[in-house]
């Protein structure tokens, strides 16, 4: 198990055993990496995950505090990031992804219209470098649902809209975890904007796979 995961398995236990309560602060940084017996850089980032599926609440100036979420809510919505390297349903939807994403790309390719540009412009013009990760996942989804919204079959985009909403959580961890993030999305919905904006179905498929193929990759090596 990585270090991280090991430390949000210990603030999972300290929530079950009762010892965190919704609304309780968290003990100081330095007290409770010494506690847990881990650097305080993995429980920073511990920390971060957490607070990314609001189950703590990082009180700038003040400290941070378990949500008032109920603690059986608390420990389910905590167990994702364990989950995820054991639960192979992940990367069955990526798969899923992979198979019909591309396909839409092609499409709206070929039934783009300037609305349809205009929004995934729009899109990618509110991420830069400096993009934290919540509005990079929050871009993320905008921007494959455009593109599903562009192949103008309401059939694919339902199932293109249900399949993304369910691996948030692996791109959340990604994100987390992989070295320049925000600018490797950046740089491929870029190009995967100027194949659809060129008309080119060919290229358009070809980016989306290799896309998707990148995130599945990822999380193959991550969860072995």
Do not use: C
């Not at 650097?39 to 100036?61: F, N, Y």
């Amino acid at each position: 198990m990585a270090v991280t995961d090991a430390a949000i398995t210990h603030i999972k236990e300290m929530i079950l055993n009762g010892e965190l309560s919704p609304g309780d602060r968290l003990p100081p940084e330095k007290e409770l990496s010494e506690k847990l017996g881990l650097s305080r850089s993995s429980l920073r980032e511990a920390v971060k995950a957490l607070e990314l599926i609001r189950v703590l609440d990082v009180r700038r100036g003040d400290g941070t505090y378990v949500t008032s979420l109920e603690p059986g809510l608390l420990a389910e919505a905590m167990g994702f990031v364990v989950d995820l390297h054991r639960d192979s349903s992940v990367l069955e939807l990526l798969e899923v992804r992979r198979i019909l994403e591309p396909s839409a790309a092609g499409l709206a390719a070929q039934r783009r219209d300037e609305e349809h540009l205009a929004a995934l412009e729009e899109s990618i013009s509110h991420v830069n470098a400096g993009t934290e990760l919540p509005e990079l996942i929050e871009h993320d989804l905008q921007f494959h649902s455009i593109i599903a919204q562009s192949a103008k079959n309401s059939y694919l985009e339902t199932l293109l809209d249900a399949l993304s909403s369910k691996t948030v959580r692996a791109r959340v961890w990604r994100g987390l975890t992989q070295d320049n993030a925000v600018q490797r999305t950046l740089d491929e919905h870029q190009a995967i904007l100027a194949a659809i904006r060129n008309a080119d179905a060919d290229l358009a498929r070809a980016l989306v796979t290799a896309h998707i193929s990148g995130v599945e990759t990822w999380l193959r090596r991550a969860t072995t």
